[in-house]
Every structure is written in C-alpha cells, then in structure tokens.
C-alpha cells in the first residue's frame, strides 16, 4: 500500500484513503490552526485533523517625508536655512 502524501498539500488528503477534500475554504479556521474534518469520501467517511499552514510574505512602503511626525513643515517648498 503506497503512503499517502498528505504533508504540505494544496488541498487537504485524506490520511486514511488519500481522497483530495477541495472544500478546503469551507474549514474553520478561525480560531485555530487546527480542525477536524470527515472525509469527503463516502466510502471512507473516517475524521482526520486538518492543519493549516500559513506562510508570511512582506511589503515595504517608502515614506514620504512630509508624513513623518516631527520633520518637514507644512509646505514642501520651503527652502533650507
Ligand atoms: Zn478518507
């Protein structure tokens, strides 16, 4: 019996029979990073815990000088000295 990939998947696979469940977004996450779910496989039908993997991404933003608290004056187009 092959083993069943069900690490790091893009659709959570059943650990039991390898059935793909595609109704990932129907999962309640909120208040976890972990839920159990049934199979979506009438045939399997067993629970299985579902962990979800969330990955960070950044962005960066320049900042305009005018906006920074404390520096610049109202007025870009006063001169220094
Ligand atoms: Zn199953």
């Not at 839920?35 to 990955?55: I, L, P, Q, R």
């Amino acid at each position: 019996m092959p083993e069943i990939d069900c690490k790091y998947t893009d659709d959570p696979v059943c650990p039991y029979c390898g059935y793909v469940c595609g109704d990932a977004w129907e999962l309640d996450f909120r208040s976890n990073e972990e839920t159990t779910v049934e199979c979506c496989n009438d045939k399997c039908g067993k629970d299985y815990t579902v962990s979800a993997h969330f990955s960070v991404t950044y962005s960066t933003f320049k900042i305009e000088p005018a906006a920074l608290p404390g520096k610049g004056k109202e007025g870009n187009d006063e001169k220094p000295e």
